[in-house]
């Protein structure tokens, strides 16, 4: 068997190519119009409305703009839904600039801290290059919005509104990375020659100085006491003064967060199902909770979502968004691109093995706010509050359906009361550390 690509083997690819019409005309379509757009479906929409059986109502559609913090507007999402309902309002946003802030001071603390545990590690080490690879992007999970709520609370967005900064995250998140790979550097360096580890953690502290000054700088200093004063449905004015961001979070969305847990789906070779699982090196508050999920069936995540829905509350949400999605009628459909038709191949591998393989992670975090139940009462398809604006998808929504959710759906939040005694006790077992690299450590 040849080993090369010879001419001779060209000469064979391409009449073999030739002599099938189907693709001269796929040539001649994908090269002037592109593989999506030659590709798509126009059946796949029939059928599949932005209607649903089960429908929970929002206030306006957010916009995270140019930043990655997706988790971190879903979550938000989630408890202002709490806020417009319990106080008949008509809009109401909380601050994601201010959570945005202290994400990212505790996630440098979190990385000097991470440095600091692992200064005999070789700098060539995969840890010690997986540490460096991004010390504080904009992406994360549930627990670290839960660890952020919790340590500092929460303010509405007119408290501290966007900036630039917030809203455009690139410019102010390369800043920072060059500056803790600076004190990454200087901290191994300094080990290296013999400084005591006394006088490396007085230098970090004022590296943290340092960061905290950027961040004010991009972002404002985060308020301390603030007034809440907002108008209701029924032209109800309510004010509430000097109130400290715990104490807003306290009084008016007051949800016990420790109540939540999460559940993924990922049907990989070396993650049973029904074990509790966490991250080495993944967080972001030092002394907060860890990142736990426990690994369960796709029908597991589907039945909690739709009881939480069905009781008046929305559910976050973690999946990998860009797979066969129609972003302008934000459909999440199998069955929106005919892409093995259009060129003559199957693509064959499992949920379990893209991720296995890289083709295939959490990379996008959203709420659901709806379900359609057929009259069995199973799902067929899932409405989808997304944060990407309202002129995304259909009005800022999008439609799920319910194969596209077994294979690309990894995690959902709900809380404890909608799950068996036996999930539960599953999560709070002792949990199985996986890599930092690991798939299902991947950031939203």
């Known amino acids: 068997m040849e080993v090369m690509i010879t001419n001779e083997k060209l000469q064979q690819f391409e009449t073999r190519f030739d002599a099938d019409r189907a693709n001269r005309i796929a040539m001649n379509a994908v090269t002037a119009n592109g593989v999506l757009k030659t590709a798509q479906n126009y059946q796949a929409e029939r059928g599949n409305a932005h209607e649903f059986s089960v429908r929970l109502d929002q206030g306006e559609i957010t916009n995270q703009q140019k930043s990655g913090r997706c988790w971190m507007f879903a979550a938000l999402n989630v408890l202002r839904y709490h806020v417009i309902h319990e106080m008949n309002l008509e809009e109401f946003q909380l601050s994601q600039s201010y959570t945005l802030f202290y994400d990212k ?25 997986h540490l460096l690879s991004a010390p504080l992007n904009d992406g994360g999970q549930w627990d670290m919005i839960c660890n952020l709520i919790e340590k500092y609370g929460l303010v509405p967005q007119s408290a501290m509104p966007e900036t630039v900064s917030s809203s455009a ?124 999920y426990v690994n369960v069936e796709s029908e597991v995540l589907k ?61 996008h975090a959203m709420v659901f706010m709806g379900v359609n139940l057929d009259e069995e009462g199973r799902p067929n398809r899932w409405r989808v509050e997304n944060s990407w604006g309202k002129d995304s998808g259909k009005d800022g929504y999008y439609m799920m359906t319910d194969e596209w959710f077994d294979e690309y759906m990894y995690q959902i939040v709900v809380n404890k009361k909608y799950l068996p005694e036996e999930i539960i006790r599953e999560y709070e077992s002792e949990p199985i550390l996986l890599e930092p690299w690991d798939p299902m450590g991947s950031l939203a």
């Open 105 to 129: 001071l505790e996630k440098a603390n979190y990385f000097l801290e991470s440095i600091l545990e692992t200064l005999d590690e070789e700098t060539d080490s995969r840890l010690i290059a």
């Open 169 to 292: 995250t690139g410019e102010m998140v390369q800043l920072l990375t060059e500056k803790l790979r600076e004190y990454a550097c200087i901290l191994r360096r300094e080990h290296r020659e013999g400084k005591p580890e006394e006088e490396l953690r007085k230098e970090k502290e004022e590296m943290m100085e340092e960061v905290y000054d950027i961040l004010c700088i991009c972002l404002g200093k985060p308020p301390k006491t603030f007034d809440f004063e907002i108008r209701d449905k029924d032209k109800n004015f309510h004010r509430d003064t000097n109130l400290t961001p715990k104490a807003f979070y306290e009084k008016y969305i007051h949800l016990d967060l420790s109540e939540y847990i999460s559940l993924i789906n990922a049907p990989t070779s070396d993650k049973p199902f029904h074990r509790s699982y966490s991250v080495k090196f993944l967080g972001n508050v030092k002394e907060g909770r860890e990142v736990r």
């Open 303 to 363: 039945k909690a979502a739709i009881a939480q829905m069905q009781d008046g509350s929305p559910v976050w949400f973690g999946c990998d968004v860009g797979k066969e999605l129609s972003r302008e009628d934000g459909r999440m459909d199998l069955a929106n691109y005919g892409k093995e038709e259009l060129f003559h191949t199957k693509f064959t591998m499992t949920k379990g093995e893209r991720v296995e393989y890289g083709q295939s992670l959490m990379t």
